[in-house]
């Protein structure tokens, strides 16, 4: 039996939930869970899909991930965590300690470059007070151009309005998708 809240829209779909899926799925490949639920409100799908940034960005994929996988660790999103792993781990080039490592309550320095490091403490404070420390925000400026950090801070809000959403409706995972490390839950 499932707890998810809402039930996803299931097929036939509309011609607008179509061209909202169409935006983020590739050709052929049924829409997830977290799309089909969300269906359920055209408007919302559709402002969504094309209000994402898992398009070719000023950051490179590796960036991208480390922030949204810290930022749905952070807020205990399993489903948006594992759906990331399972699609892009490889792309970005992330070990297998250094996936579950985003879900650890500190950040182990021996795992991540200094520039990743920063990244995660980016968001950890993001994630505990809404805002970044002027410190870090200075050695975050060695590193990122100010496009960049516009992206990076609008991943991880971003990511933090997606787990809203998944952990809210209580979404069942993806049968595909990994899980969080035993140490996480």
Do not use: K
């Not at 829409?31 to 000023?58: A, C, K, Q, Y």
């Not at 403490?121 to 590193?143: C, F, G, K, P």
């Amino acid at each position: 039996m499932s707890n998810q809240r809402v039930a996803p829209l299931e097929p036939p779909f509309s011609e607008r939930a179509e061209e909202s899926f169409a935006v983020v799925m590739p050709p052929g490949t049924p829409p997830l869970n977290i799309f089909r639920t969300i269906g359920r409100n055209e408007r919302v799908l559709s402002r969504m899909v094309r209000g994402g940034l898992l398009d070719r960005g000023s950051v490179s994929v590796a960036q991208r991930e480390l922030v949204i996988l810290r930022a749905c660790a952070l807020c205990g999103a399993e489903y948006e965590w594992g759906v990331h792993v399972t699609a892009f781990q490889h792309q970005a080039g992330f070990s297998s300690h250094q996936i579950a490592a985003t879900c650890d309550a500190a950040i182990n320095p021996d795992l991540w470059s200094e520039e990743q490091q920063l990244l995660l403490n980016m968001v950890d404070e993001l994630h505990a007070s809404a805002t970044i420390a002027e410190q870090t925000w200075q050695q975050l400026r060695t590193y990122f151009s100010e496009e960049q950090l516009i992206e990076l801070l609008m991943l991880a809000g971003l990511y933090h309005a997606v787990s809203f959403m998944v952990n809210g409706l209580q979404l069942e995972n993806e049968t595909f998708a990994a899980r969080f490390p035993p140490s996480a839950q």
